[in-house]
Nanobody, 123 residues
């Protein structure tokens, strides 16, 4: 399973970014997909996840109400819309395909990882 994350960049606090996670070979179409992030010197943490058909989502408390995860099955892409960004959101963001179709928030449930995309929020 090959995943490709993109859309990161530098933004001021209060701004927005949209991350994309594509699966060109469509090998993760029936898998739940999650977004995780890792700040410098910290462990990777869960941010958001969506089930295989986009009907169920889950968010970390730290991003709830500001981030929205969605899925376009026709484009084989999962998006993470990030609004009201804060400096503490600065991290490398990774997308990953879970083992199975149901969402999960633990790293151990995710088997296939894409490369990260850097998000930097300036104050």
């Amino acid at each position: 399973v090959q995943l490709q994350a993109s859309g990161g960049g530098l933004v001021q606090a209060g701004g927005s970014l949209r991350l994309s996670c594509t699966n060109p070979r469509r090998t993760a179409s029936n898998n739940a997909v999650g977004w995780f992030r890792q700040a410098a010197g910290k462990e990777r943490e869960f941010a958001a996840a969506i089930d295989w058909n986009g009907g169920v989502t889950k968010y970390a408390d730290s991003v709830k109400g500001r981030f929205t995860i969605s899925r376009n099955r026709g484009e084989n892409t999962v998006y993470l819309q990030m609004n009201s960004l804060r400096p503490e959101d600065t991290a490398v963001y990774f997308c990953a395909a879970a083992i199975g179709s149901t969402i999960a928030d633990s790293l151990g449930r995710y088997r296939y990882w894409g490369q990260g995309t850097q998000v930097t929020v300036s104050s």
